[in-house]
């Protein structure tokens, strides 16, 4: 089977996603002072998240005609290419990949290393605002497999789901931002950050499939995965496509799951 052409100049989308959970930072402003030439800058906040109450969780999918418009805005059209990075190691980058193949754009991946990865190549940098001339995609939401609050709660009988948090926000020691520190029940802690390796691209496939067996990952079972406000899961179920495994997305997280009375929460090491 034949290499896929690379894209032309025209059907090659560069999106610029930086964010951090804390809000250290202005990611546009970082944007300004300098990106990847031709690279659009994407708003987390405004663009890859929906506004819903508590219990929908801080990061809420976005509406899915909304959606739609914000891609075109974007400058996407149908058969481009879609490269999103960050300077976080993909952590946050992987949110608009998850939402752009959720939306059926097929042609959509991660930078590996993000920004840090290109500077380490000694690669130009454009300053300024890219300003796209709007697109035409056409999406169709629902490509990608999502878990409800009650879906997450009962997949541990059946299948495996991971916690993509530090550990410490796991064990219940360390909240920073939710009402409640824990975990979900039956929860394994697989901290995102394992992924990758000390340069902070992601590690080999082989490597990460022989990671997730030892979380009791397996072909048989299903596999669900969240964080705090389902933002770096994605990362985790980029890294488990590297690894050859499907999985399925908590959008909520622990921030709805945690915002919701009667919800069970567990700490300590133990699922």
Known sequence: MGREPAPTEDTLKILDVRWTPLGSGNGHEEYLRGHIPGA?????????????????????????????DTVRMLGLNDGDTVVV?????????????????HAGVEKA??????????????????????????????TTWGQMPVLTMDDAAVLPEDGVLLDARAGERYRGEAEPLDPRAGHIPGAVSAPT?????????????????????ALGVDDAGIVGAYCGSGVSAAHQIAALHVAGVPAALYPGSWSAWSNTPGRPVATGERP
């Open 40 to 68: 659009v800058y994407v708003s987390m906040g405004s663009q890859l998240a929906g506004h819903y109450g508590p219990r929908e969780g801080r990061h809420p999918l976005p509406d899915p005609a909304r959606f739609g």
């Open 85 to 101: 990075y960050d300077d976080t190691h993909g952590t946050s980058a992987a949110r608009a990949w998850w939402l752009l193949r």
């Open 109 to 138: 991946y991660l930078l590996d290393g993000g920004l840090a990865a290109w500077r380490t190549a000694n690669l130009p940098l454009q300053a300024g605002d890219v300003i796209p001339r709007p697109g035409r995609v056409r």
């Open 193 to 213: 950050a394992d992924n990758l390796d000390e340069t902070g691209h992601f590690r080999p496939a082989g490597e990460l499939a022989e990671r997730f067996r």
